[in-house]
């Protein structure tokens, strides 16, 4: 490897190149990828926190407008961290500009990181701007940069790695929407963003514990109010665990070549 | 066949079963000298497009073994990639980028840092006369434009071995004539070349060495010039100043009426077309212009693709004979 040159250098020119092409495609079309999730969050805002939520009063010890800030900025994070990866990859596919990928000398582990990345940066492009939403109508206030921060990351990392491991299984255009509808949503939407599970039966809450997504909504909980249903480490922990699952069997699909080499 | 750094590319017994259970490749020996400009030739489904893709890494082989200068693919991938570059048959560009940045992100893909991928995007762009076009959104090209950004994003990391994979479908003759140019300037320059090509005109004034494939196998691999020293004879259609009802016989010449003001004449090689001249005239008969029945090369591809195996020695004298209509098989 070292006769031509240090791999190093390039590793990292690769990674820059295909994260900036990310960043410049999800820029490109912000109106498709950034604003609706944008517009949704204001009308959850509106309807849940303002016209709602007054009735509602409080939940988890917070106003629930307050409380449901983390939930739905984990919300756009989500969503948009595997939308990004799961399009762009298997329109690269289905264009076959993968090609172009697969030809050169980038590993595997640099093409997934590149790519996570890129979906990272528009979950938290979203994220920060749903906050910005948020602060329109409460006020919001960070209890630990640190935790905010790590569970923002984090949670778009290990949603991006689902997002590569769906492009590579999909072979059409419906099939990048089937997981995001049938798992993505209830998934969030059971995951603790606008209850808390203490609200549930004793097995719901069981139930719910299986529920990856309940965990970060929790630890960002806490990073922003210092409230959370679950202990911050045990979040963390479980967190880090299905990123290293996804991370390494995203590295065999593409050892493999699967849906990507014949 | 032991590792030979001359070799630009060496091929042993390589097979591919696609999925499904189709043998594409059934056993590929091949050796590419360093420099050479090899054509690679067979007919549609033959399997180049297979061979090619396991080269670049686009497609995974069953078995066998690659070579790149040396370098085995399985144990130095990164240096067998960063050896070849590639232009596929297909376009696989992202249509919605503009021509410079497809340039550049390839060269970022290699590792190649900003300010040098820029020098050699404007370089490869201006030598493909592209570099106007640069700023144009890639489904704003023309099919011609497209095959010639396709060479320019295969060249940008300087390959050693340049495979293309019929670059010239579908590219008018002005182009293609220009493309010759610069892949015969860029081969001069030390870079080797496999083509393939549709186009038994091309292979033959491009390439030096060549490999027929048919049905996953090669069917043969060797010069050019050696190929075409296999053909015994020729065939040419004269146009002729006035009408001719009756042939005379000529020795060594085989006439055949098209109409009449049209004659094909088969020739063995011992022959002339100065000799067929003046056996014409002394009969009356004047050409206006003559033409090559079929390009040389085609008729052996023909028949080596038909058969499925080599070409066969032609019957002696069977040339001197008068008779009806040479047809392919009687070349055999
Ligand atoms: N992904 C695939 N799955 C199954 N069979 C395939 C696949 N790709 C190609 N084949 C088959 O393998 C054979 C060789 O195809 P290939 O594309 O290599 O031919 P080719 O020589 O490039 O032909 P052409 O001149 O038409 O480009 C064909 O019969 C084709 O149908
Ligand atoms: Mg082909």
Known sequence: MSRYGLA??????????????????????????????????????????RLIGDRIGSMGGLPYLDFIVPGLVLMGVITNAYSNVVSSFYSSKFSRYIEELLVSPAPNWVILAGYVAGGVARGLVVGIAVMVVAACFTEIS???????????ILTAVLFALGGFINAIFANSFDDISIVPTFVLTPLTYLGGVFYSIELLPEFWQGVSLANPVLYMVNAFRYGLNGVSDIPIGIA?????????????????LLRRGVGIKH | MSVNPMHALEVEQLTKTYQGGFRALKGIDLTVAEGDFFAL??????????????????????????????????????????????????????????????VLNQAGYYGIARREAKVRARRYLKQLDLWDRRDSEMRK????????????????????????????AGVDIEIRRSMWAFLRELNAGGTTIILTTHY???????????????????????????LLDRLHTETFVLNLKGRVSELPQLGGFVLQHLDDCTLEVEMSREHTINGLFQALSRN?????????????????????????????????????????????????
Not at chain 1, 24 to 36: C, E, K
Not at chain 2, 293 to 299: A, G, P, S, T
């Open chain 1, 142 to 152: 960070i209890h630990s940069y640190s935790v905010t921060l790590l569970v923002f």
């Open chain 2, 41 to 102: 030739l067979g007919p549609n489904g033959a399997g180049k497009s297979t061979f090619i893709g396991i080269l670049a890494s686009l497609v995974n082989k069953t078995a066998g073994r690659v070579r790149v200068f040396g370098d085995d693919l399985d144990r130095e991938p990164e240096r067998v990639k960063s050896a070849i570059g590639l232009v596929p048959q297909e376009f696989n560009f992202n249509l919605f980028l503009p021509v410079e940045e497809v």
């Open chain 2, 200 to 226: 038994l005109e091309e292979a033959e004034s491009l390439c030096r060495n060549i490999a027929i494939i048919n049905e996953g196998e090669v069917a043969e691999s060797t010069s050019i010039v050696r």
């Open chain 2, 141 to 168: 090209l023309s099919g011609g434009m497209k095959r010639r950004l396709m060479i320019a994003r295969a060249l940008v990391h300087e390959p050693r071995l340049l495979i293309l994979d019929e670059p010239t």
């Open chain 1, 8 to 49: 190093w250098p390039r590793y990292w020119i690769c990674f820059q190149t295909i994260f900036v092409k990310e960043i410049l495609r999800f820029a490109r079309i912000w109106i498709q990828t950034i604003l609706p999730s944008v517009i949704t969050t204001t009308l959850y805002f509106v309807i849940f926190g």
């Open chain 1, 236 to 252: 963390f922990g479980i967190i880090s665990l299905f990123i290293l699952v996804l991370a390494a069997f995203s590295l065999v």
């Open chain 2, 284 to 332: 009356g008969i004047e050409v206006i212009s003559l033409r090559n029945k079929q390009n040389r090369l085609e008729r052996l591809f023909l028949d080596m693709v038909d058969r499925g195996t080599q070409v066969a020695a032609p019957r002696p004298n069977s040339l001197t004979v008068p008779q009806p209509m040479i047809s392919r098989e009687d070349l055999a």
